[in-house]
């Protein structure tokens, strides 16, 4: 079946620029997280969604960054006004539910800004 | 706080040698989840194993093994007879048992195999 999918693969952006990341989860799957991978770091997390609650953004660097989720499906990450410092892989994963492991992840949108 | 640390920025080893990818991990947690991904060159995560904090048992799967120690927070994973294939990186992973609102990834061992 269909795994997470997100889009584009490649973004490259001048600085102060907005740019939007989008995530389809795997269908069914309730929750949904963002992270960033920087270059020659680990994961770090960013957002989680479950279902219709409130998100926890307390992984969200700056208010530059938003994300949300629309229909309990679709997630848009949106980061305003880019600085070099943003650009990483944005990864999107997926879940049943926060009991469900694992997490399912997309493969990634590499986010260069210029 | 929580925290996941993996000392090895970077490990070669020759095909057919073993190698351990060493993990150790903080929490405040009792209880508390503990993973392993593998990150291939194409980019995408592969869910390898997850372990519960009341599961001290080492698992073995084929060529992987994990050795889970509460007594030193450390979560390894040997890779017996390496292949190229397994050339990736890997990384450990924390999450709480009740709350999966964050995990918490540490910054990841890079394998290279060579033949």
């Known amino acids: 079946g269909a795994g997470v999918s997100q889009s584009p693969s490649n973004k490259v952006t001048e600085k102060g620029k907005d740019v939007e990341l989008r995530c389809d989860p795997i269908s069914g799957h309730t929750a949904l997280y963002w992270y960033r991978q920087s270059l020659g770091q680990g994961l770090e997390f960013l957002i989680y969604?479950?279902?219709?609650?409130?998100?926890?953004k307390s992984g969200l660097p700056s208010d530059r960054f938003s994300a949300e989720r629309t229909g309990g499906s679709v997630s848009t990450l949106t980061i305003q006004r880019t600085q070099q410092e943003d650009s990483a892989v944005y990864l999107c994963a997926s879940s049943y539910g926060p009991e469900e492991q694992p997490q399912h992840f997309g493969d990634g949108t590499r986010l260069s800004i210029l | 706080a929580q925290k996941v640390t993996q000392a090895q920025t970077e490990i070669s080893v020759v095909e057919k040698e073993d190698v351990t990818l060493d993990c150790v991990y903080e929490?405040?947690?009792?209880?508390?989840?503990l993973f392993w991904y593998k990150q291939p060159p194409s980019g995408e995560l592969v869910f390898l194993i997850r372990r519960n904090s009341f599961d001290e048992q080492n698992e073995i799967s084929g060529r992987y093994s994990w050795n889970f120690q509460k007594s030193t927070s450390s979560f390894n994973f040997t890779i017996t007879a390496s292949q190229v294939v397994d050339s990736a990186v890997y990384f450990c992973?924390?999450?709480?048992?009740?709350?999966?609102?964050?995990?918490?990834f540490g910054s990841g061992t890079k394998l290279n195999v060579k033949p």
């Open positions: 969604f479950q279902g219709n609650s409130a998100p926890d």
């Open positions: 929490t405040r947690d009792t209880t508390y989840y």
């Open positions: 992973a924390l999450s709480d048992l009740y709350n999966f609102n964050k995990f918490y």
